[in-house]
């Protein structure tokens, strides 16, 4: 469930914070006030497209921050994959820079777009005018009838046996692949080998070689430029070190000339010992000089070797040689043992899909078996919500091979409308039809699937007063097993809130802002009877919102 939700220079928000409680929360307020940028702002969360257009401040950063707590073992499995710790409890925060930069944490560690989306899906089910947020993608669908069905068994069975038989699948198409080209392959492969092996060249070689190499050949300018090194620094009648020296004793010569002063001195002095030790080093280097032709013939080519070898193989450098050379090795081995290994691996498959083909038949039946009851529910519920001409089916129907979740294809299928055909729902294009069937859906499987937060924005759009009551129970119904969020316009639904957030817009010096407040039981009677009959309400509103929150 989502515990809290603070919002920070985000569209005219300038910083606000909300407390949610586990079942059914309400937001209403004034049109225009900004109930949209909150979902707006929860979409930052979910990982949707970050732009600057929305700083309140365009010199500060946006920050939207949520917490969850969440038991969905599905999720506490993503974050440990992602080496995120958590226990029950689960921070996401979003910041926009000013300069169009946007970065993501879950748990404070730094996270891309690509998981931020794969958590928070798992947290937050948002569901907005004309989306259908989910329920017309199959596995969605899948998971909603299954869920119905008491398939468990039968799923994990299936599903253990269909990873290994996919992994075996992608095994055996390598090794054919591979036995095409086997016997060509190991005479080559075998000559490769003996080539590489020949210099038996070591990690880290080239870089010895060269430089090897490169001293070498230029020993003798190397021999010259030490010695000269040597010789002004410390060898010559005027040299570099004998300046310095005079140069500190000139300073001494005039005494104690306050702290600065004998800083500089102090410092041509280390310089003075800097110089020193720099002479003897290029002295001593310049013994260590070899300047071998032969020795340097021999390192030549064996580097140039090297280089043909690489060239050859089209390789950046040794270590890539190298690791081709081990990965020759290993394939020369695994085409040697190639017969064996194809053979005991199609009589594997063979073995598991007969399994599973058992097991997807058994599924199917259950699926079929549940479909007629599902449909029925559905339908009456969406009858109870001022849909009485809806239709409702479940199309399944066997695949051509089998799937992650069977050997079925599904697809939801609806008509709103009497003597209208039903189509998937993909193609269904009205909002407040979709919500309401979303709704109806979700009612059904609640306490059966992990959905996460629901979040309904104005799902009462275009519904009478009499639908929204029910809708309204629905909706409390469902928020016994199923936190939910709720922006809308409905006093209906409104009545029916655990918590219940107003949302206004304030001008302070020229400047727009929006603020939130949770209302007390007071505060839920005005703003139940403002929306029954305006601003400032008659004391009729006022008693029918006193009737409509006592039920």
């Known amino acids: 469930m989502l515990k809290n939700l603070h919002i920070k220079n985000y569209a005219i928000i300038e910083e606000l914070e909300m407390d949610f409680t586990s079942q059914l929360n309400i937001i209403t307020g004034e049109t225009g006030a900004g109930k949209s940028i ?8 979910q990982g949707n ?36 710790e958590s226990d029950e409890s689960i921070t996401i925060r979003r910041m926009i820079m000013p300069s ?56 994990s069975a299936y599903e253990v046996s269909f990873k290994q038989y996919k992994k075996d699948q992608l095994e055996l198409k390598r090794l054919i692949e591979e036995e095409a080209k086997v016997n060509q392959e190991l005479d080559f492969i075998a000559f490769q080998l003996n080539e590489l092996s020949e210099f038996s060249f070591e990690k880290g070689e080239q870089q010895t070689l060269e430089q090897e190499v490169n001293v070498l050949s230029n020993a003798e300018h190397i021999v010259q430029a030490l010695q000269k090194i040597s010789f002004q620094l410390d060898g010559s009648e005027q040299n ?6 005079e140069l500190r004793n000139e300073l001494e010569r005039a005494g104690d000339a306050g702290e600065e002063i004998n800083q500089l001195n102090e410092r041509l002095m280390a310089v003075t010992e800097e110089l020193r030790d720099l002479a003897s080093e290029a002295s001593r280097l310049e013994q260590t000089i070899d300047g071998d032709p032969a020795t340097l013939q021999e390192k030549q080519e064996r580097l140039d070797h090297m280089y043909r070898l ?30 064996k290994d194809r053979s005991a691996l199609e009589g594997r498959i063979t073995k598991t899909e007969k399994e599973l083909e058992s097991l997807a038949k058994e599924w199917r039946k259950k699926r079929v078996d549940i479909a007629p009851s599902f449909e029925k529910k559905v339908m009456t519920l969406l009858g109870s919500l001022g849909m009485e001409h809806a239709k409702f089916e479940v199309l399944l129907e066997e695949a051509s091979e089998l799937r992650g979740n069977g050997k ?10 009497p003597g209208k055909e039903v189509q998937p ?23 059966k699937v992990e959905l996460g937060t629901l979040i309904f924005d104005e799902i009462d759009t275009g519904i009478s007063g009499e639908v929204s009551s029910k809708m309204g129970k629905i909706l409390k119904q469902l928020a016994e097993s199923q936190q939910i969020i709720s922006i809308t316009h409905s006093p209906q639904i409104a009545s029916q809130a655990e918590s219940h957030f107003f949302i206004f817009k304030v001008v302070e010096n020229n400047r727009t802002y929006t603020k939130i407040r949770t209302l007390d039981e007071e505060g839920k009677i005005l703003e139940l009877a403002k929306m029954l009959s305006g601003d400032p309400p008659p004391e009729s509103a006022v008693q029918n919102a006193r009737a409509l929150l006592q039920g």
Request: charged share 25%; aromatic share 6%; hydrophobic share 40%.
């Open 38 to 45: 909150l979902t707006g702002a929860l979409g930052l969360i």
């Open 49 to 84: 497209r970050a732009d600057t257009k929305v700083l309140y401040d365009k010199e500060q950063k946006c920050i939207v921050e949520a917490e969850f707590s969440s038991h969905d073992l599905s999720v506490q499995k993503q974050l440990k994959a992602e080496d995120i």
């Open 100 to 155: 169009g930069k946007s970065r993501a944490f879950i748990n404070d560690e730094p996270v891309n777009l690509t998981v931020l989306k794969n958590i928070s899906s798992r947290l937050l089910d948002m569901h907005r005018q004309f989306d259908t947020h989910g329920i017309n993608k199959e596995s969605i669908q899948f998971s909603m009838l299954d869920s119905l069905a008491s398939i468990a068994e039968i799923r």
């Open 240 to 245: 570099i070190i004998h300046q310095v020296t």
């Open 310 to 339: 690489i060239g050859k193989h089209h390789k950046e450098d040794l270590e890539e040689l190298l690791g081709y050379q081990e990965e020759l090795s290993d394939k020369l081995f695994r085409l040697k043992s190639y017969g």
């Open 408 to 417: 079925d294809n599904l697809q939801f299928m609806f008509s709103a409308n």
């Open 425 to 447: 729902l993909s193609e269904v294009a009205s909002g407040g039809e979709l919500s309401r069937l979303a709704l109806s859906l979700k009612s059904i499987i609640a306490g």
